[in-house]
Every structure is written in C-alpha cells, then in structure tokens.
C-alpha cells in the first residue's frame, strides 16, 4: 500500500512538473508570436530649421603675414639697429656684423658676381642700342614705310626688313634676362653683406640677436651658401591658405564662398574665412585630379606660419525655416525620393520632393509636413521566426535614445 502511494506521488509530481513546462512554453510561443507581430522603429518627427552644405578640402597655409630676416654671412655682431616690436621699413637695417674669414670670402665672391653681371648689363645694352639703331634705320625708309609715316605691311614681311627685327628683339630679351640676373646678383651681395637688412615692411619679432653673438657659416647639400634666419618682420596682411578640392566638389564652390578653417598646430582654435581663388585648370597626381582653391582668413593670426596644415570646410549653401529630416530617412531610387511615416502606429510610404542635402540632414520641399514622425531605422521587422529582442526571463537589450530619436513598436 505504501509503495503505491509513493508511486502515485511520484506521478503527480511528474505531471505537475510537464504542465508547468508545457505553460511556460505557451507563454513564450506567445511571447514571442506577439513581439514578431509588433517591428520596433526608431523614429523622429519633421522639424524646421537651418540647413548647412559643405565641401570639405585639405591642404596648407600658402601666405602668412610675415617674413624671415635672413643672412649668408658670418661673424660676430657689432651692432643691433632694432628691438622686437620697432616698426621697420623695406631695407632698413637690423644688425652689423664684422666678418669672419669665411664671411669676407663669400661677401668677396658675390661682390664679384654683382660686378660681373654688371659689366654683362653694359655690354648687352650697347649690343642691343646698336641693332636698334639699324632697325629703325629700316622701319623709316621709304621701302617699309609709308609717305603718311604709316608702316608699308606688305614689304615688312620680307626677309630683309624681318631679320633685323628679330635680331633688335631677340637683343631686348637678352638685355632684359640680364637685368634680372643683376637684380638676383645684387640680392646675394646684400645676403653676404655685414649688414642684415629688413626684407618688407613691418613690426620685427623673434629677434635674438645681442652684441657679441656669432653667427657661423651655413651649407646647403651642395656645398652652396645656405641662409639662416635671425628674426621676422610681421605685416598687417591676413594669411592665405590653398586647399585642395575634388573634381566633383570643384564645381559647387564660387569665389566669395565664406568658410571656415582649423590647423593641427591648434586643434581647439576654428578661424574663418572666403574662397578668393580656384584654380581650374588643376593637377593629376597618381591618377587623381584636384584642384586648389585659395581661401583668404578674416583676420590676422600672427601665429599661423607658412605651410603650416589646415582642413576646411567651404559653405556652398544655406538655407533657413525649411522642414529637415535625418538622411537615413530618406530612400531615393530611380530618380523618386521616399520616407517611411509612421500614422497610428502603421508604417506608410509617402513620395517627397527633397532640396538642399547636407552630410547629416535632407530638406523636404514637398510631401511631409511639420511634426510628422519619420521611421530613420527598422529595429526589429516583426517578421515571423525573427529573433526578438526581449528575454523570456525578464530583462533584455535597450537602444540609447537621444537627438530626439524614438523607438517605437508598430501594431
């Protein structure tokens, strides 16, 4: 009697443990049919606002607003004309030195230079003066030109009038070319000479020098005369940089776009500026085309220096009080745009018209209207043997919301 009331005990006990399985399955099929039924959206509603378009380019400062005071000489300093802060002009002097051996030499050689190309400039005048002379001896004869002093066209296209005048014009452009070289000799003389002079006009910084310091010699990879810096003269003038831009961003930029700029020396700094050149001709480098705009700042920056790295971004448009949405909202197939709307809890396809577009948000011409929710993401389809987000055990996996985002469940 015993062992068969432990055996039915056995078997209620059994009998209740399958119908608290068999329940517990039934509450999740349920569970689970009900949440596969219901897709969870992430939403946001239609808003007004200000739309910004952007083209974006890389690249470094071309100008500054300053200029290095520089020296091939060397030697020891005998006098400072300046201090930081004095307001100089072009050529005034900086400092004086006395030349060692080597700065005597290399001031001796360019003395020698300027001199030679000097004598040059002379004799190529002389050349020049003289084979002017036999061209206007032909351009007035009665030959080749006119009694009204006008030049006879026809007979100066012959060998004997074109000759000569070649030979004046190709005389010019020697003697030109060779006033350049003057002009260059004349430039390393003063780099060689013991005094230092201002290169521009402007307010002098950085200087270091003081009475006594030695300057010593400098050489380029070639064993040339190299320059050293020995202060700056900084201008009023705002820094320009160049920027380099795609060939499909090129044609959306105008000269006048505004802009705005930051460079790696200071990450936490943002200037502005305007685009006052493009440069449409470009360049290819490895197969890729670019093409540099220039953008000049609004405002002086004493601190930005010559190629120093920048990134910009160019505004190309703006719009205000027009209706936005995010991007992701936004389907465009075959040259038709839709957004998904949410409407009592049922999702709808609705066509828009879109304008502006910018990295983040699309402006909507026409098809929605303010305050109305857009779907911008499908959480869960609600799709049958979809997986469901929720644990039969209570609990389970949240979406962070913010940017008025919403997640909603359909149904």
Same mark, same amino acid.
């Not at 030979?167 to 230092?196: C, H």
């Not at 405002?299 to 790295?309: G, H, K, S, V």
């Not at 990295?359 to 911008?376: H, K, Y």
């Given at each position: 009697?015993?062992?068969?009331?432990?055996?039915?005990?056995?078997?209620?006990?059994?009998?209740?443990?399958?119908?608290?399985?068999?329940?517990?399955?039934?509450?999740?099929?349920?569970?689970?049919?009900?949440?596969?039924?219901?897709?969870?959206?992430?939403?946001?509603?239609?808003?007004?606002?200000?739309?910004?378009?952007?083209?974006?380019?890389?690249?470094?400062?071309?100008?500054?607003?300053?200029?290095?005071?520089?020296?091939?000489?060397?030697?020891?300093?005998?006098?400072?004309?300046?201090?930081?802060?004095?307001?100089?002009?072009?050529?005034?002097?900086?400092?004086?030195?006395?030349?060692?051996?080597?700065?005597?030499?290399?001031?001796?050689?360019?003395?020698?230079?300027?001199?030679?190309?000097?004598?040059?400039?002379?004799?190529?005048?002389?050349?020049?003066?003289?084979?002017?002379?036999?061209?206007?001896?032909?351009?007035?004869?009665?030959?080749?030109?006119?009694?009204?002093?006008?030049?006879?066209?026809? #007979?100066? $296209?012959?060998?004997?009038? =074109?000759?000569?005048? &070649?030979?004046?014009? +190709?005389?010019?452009?020697?003697? %030109?070319?060779?006033?350049?070289?003057?002009?260059?000799?004349?430039?390393?003389?003063?780099?060689?000479?013991?005094?230092?002079?201002?290169?521009?006009?402007?307010?002098?910084?950085?200087?270091?020098?003081q009475i006594g310091s030695v300057i010593t010699a400098q050489s380029n990879a070639n064993g040339g005369s190299a320059a050293q810096k020995i202060a700056s003269v900084v201008t009023s003038a705002t820094p320009t940089v160049t920027v380099n831009l795609t060939e499909v961003d090129e044609p959306k930029v105008k000269i006048g776009d505004d802009a705005t700029l930051t460079?790696?020396?200071?990450? #936490?700094? $943002?200037?502005?500026?305007? =685009?006052?050149?493009? &440069?449409?001709?470009? +360049?290819?480098?490895?197969?890729? %085309?670019?093409?540099?705009?220039?953008?000049?700042?609004?405002?002086?920056?004493?601190?930005?220096?010559?190629?120093?790295?920048?990134?910009?971004?160019?505004?190309?448009?703006?719009?205000?009080?027009?209706?936005?949405?995010?991007?992701?909202?936004?389907?465009?197939?075959?040259?038709?745009?839709?957004?998904?709307?949410?409407?009592?809890?049922?999702?709808?396809?609705v066509s828009v018209e879109t304008g502006l577009a910018s990295a983040t948000q699309t402006e909507i011409t026409s098809g929605l209207s303010e305050g109305d929710t857009v779907i911008t993401n499908v959480l869960s389809s609600g799709a049958a043997g979809s997986r469901s987000t929720t644990s039969v055990f209570g609990g389970g996996g949240g979406f962070g919301g913010g940017?008025?985002?919403?997640?909603?469940?359909?149904?």
């Amino acid at each position: 009697m015993g062992k068969i009331k432990a055996v039915l005990a056995g078997h209620k006990r059994l009998a209740i443990l399958i119908l608290v399985l068999l329940l517990g399955l039934g509450g999740w099929w349920k569970l689970h049919q009900g949440s596969s039924s219901q897709p969870q959206y992430q939403t946001t509603t239609v808003q007004k606002g200000t739309i910004v378009v952007t083209v974006s380019g890389s690249g470094n400062v071309s100008t500054a607003n300053s200029a290095q005071v520089t020296t091939e000489a060397s030697g020891v300093v005998t006098k400072i004309y300046v201090q930081n802060g004095d307001n100089v002009q072009t050529g005034a002097p900086i400092a004086a030195l006395t030349l060692d051996l080597e700065g005597q030499q290399r001031n001796a050689a360019a003395l020698a230079s300027y001199n030679s190309a000097k004598d040059n400039l002379y004799s190529l005048q002389s050349t020049m003066l003289t084979k002017w002379n036999t061209y206007m001896g032909l351009a007035q004869n009665s030959t080749y030109q006119k009694s009204d002093g006008s030049p006879n066209t026809d #007979n100066r $296209t012959l060998p004997q009038f =074109v000759s000569p005048q &070649d030979d004046w014009l +190709a005389a010019e452009a020697t003697y %030109t070319n060779q006033q350049n070289s003057v002009t260059q000799a004349a430039l390393a003389y003063q780099q060689a000479s013991p005094v230092i002079y201002a290169p521009i006009s402007g307010t002098v910084t950085g200087l270091g020098l003081q009475i006594g310091s030695v300057i010593t010699a400098q050489s380029n990879a070639n064993g040339g005369s190299a320059a050293q810096k020995i202060a700056s003269v900084v201008t009023s003038a705002t820094p320009t940089v160049t920027v380099n831009l795609t060939e499909v961003d090129e044609p959306k930029v105008k000269i006048g776009d505004d802009a705005t700029l930051t460079f790696d020396a200071f990450p #936490n700094k $943002t200037f502005t500026g305007k =685009v006052i050149s493009i &440069d449409t001709v470009g +360049a290819v480098s490895s197969g890729v %085309t670019t093409y540099p705009a220039v953008i000049k700042l609004d405002y002086t920056a004493n601190d930005i220096l010559t190629n120093m790295n920048t990134q910009a971004n160019i505004i190309t448009a703006t719009k205000s009080d027009v209706l936005l949405v995010p991007n992701a909202a936004v389907t465009t197939s075959n040259g038709q745009s839709t957004v998904r709307m949410l409407q009592n809890g049922q999702e709808q396809t609705v066509s828009v018209e879109t304008g502006l577009a910018s990295a983040t948000q699309t402006e909507i011409t026409s098809g929605l209207s303010e305050g109305d929710t857009v779907i911008t993401n499908v959480l869960s389809s609600g799709a049958a043997g979809s997986r469901s987000t929720t644990s039969v055990f209570g609990g389970g996996g949240g979406f962070g919301g913010g940017g008025g985002v919403r997640v909603l469940r359909g149904g």
